[in-house]
């Protein structure tokens, strides 16, 4: 069966420092993988997205992701975070339709001063 | 990139009455389009698959009837919430496949719009 799974509901850090937000999939077919944030009240904006190449992925607001296909897993990182981060992150996994399209069930960022 | 519009943002109804919510491509032609619903502090929920042109597709536990979709231009799929009710209250979020290049495999986002139903 195909999911999403964020094992973190809530991480917290300092800002300025690092972030890596955890997403393992599990998918029977080859995965398109995502990532979005949602402020609250807002929709999805897409950071990055993997669709093949380069397993190490750039996004924007200074994300990237990487993709390990031996873990399944998709994980976010950011070397160094801003208050501006705080919000909910989304991982999600697609097929090559762009049909089906599976999220986890989110992480809540915290940034603290 | 493509973008997506959802109109209204927020809409506060009495129980009983319907809801219409418009979802509406704007710089590219959506032959699918899909409707999300998300309860505070959770996931997206997939409630139904619209197709252009033909009945949409819900998923399990969506009442049809309920939630009706129309999807009758290639740009404009709206979902129709009758006779809502305090349960109905969420955050409706629609999506649209851009069918262009690579692209294709990703959907864009609306900007959501939050339902209350006194």
């Known amino acids: 069966a195909q999911s999403v799974t964020q094992p973190d509901i809530h991480i917290t850090v300092s800002e300025g420092a690092s972030l890596e937000l955890r997403c393992n999939y599990s998918?029977?077919?080859?995965?398109?993988l995502f990532w979005y944030v949602q402020s609250p009240g807002q929709g999805l904006q897409l950071l990055l997205k993997?669709?093949?190449?380069?397993?190490l992925v750039q996004g924007i607001k200074g994300f990237e992701a990487e993709f390990k296909r031996s873990q399944s897993s998709f994980n976010l990182r950011k070397p160094s975070v801003h208050w501006s981060d705080a919000a909910e992150y989304f991982c999600?996994?697609?097929?090559?339709?762009?049909?089906?399209?599976?999220f986890g069930t989110g992480t809540s960022l915290t940034v603290i001063p | 990139g493509a973008v997506v519009s959802q109109h209204p943002s927020r809409v506060i109804c009495k129980s009983g009455t319907s809801v219409k919510i418009e979802c509406r491509s704007l710089?590219?032609?959506?032959?699918?389009m899909f409707w999300y619903r998300q309860f505070p502090k959770q996931s997206l929920m997939l409630m139904a698959t619209?197709?252009?042109?033909?009945?949409?597709?819900?998923e399990q536990g969506v009442e049809k009837d309920k939630f009706l979709i129309n999807h009758a231009s290639l740009t404009l799929s709206t979902l129709t919430v009758t006779s809502a009710h305090p349960e109905d209250s969420s955050f409706y979020i629609c999506?649209?496949?851009?069918?262009?290049?690579?692209?294709?495999?990703?959907?864009?986002f609306g900007p959501g719009t939050r339902l209350t139903v006194l």
């Open positions: 999506s649209a496949r851009d069918p262009r290049g690579t692209s294709g495999n990703e959907q864009f």
């Open positions: 998918y029977g077919a080859t995965p398109y």
């Open positions: 993997y669709f093949s190449g380069d397993t």
């Open positions: 999600a996994v697609g097929s090559n339709t762009g049909n089906q399209f599976y």
């Open positions: 710089d590219f032609q959506a032959t699918t």
């Open positions: 619209s197709n252009e042109g033909s009945k949409a597709t819900y």
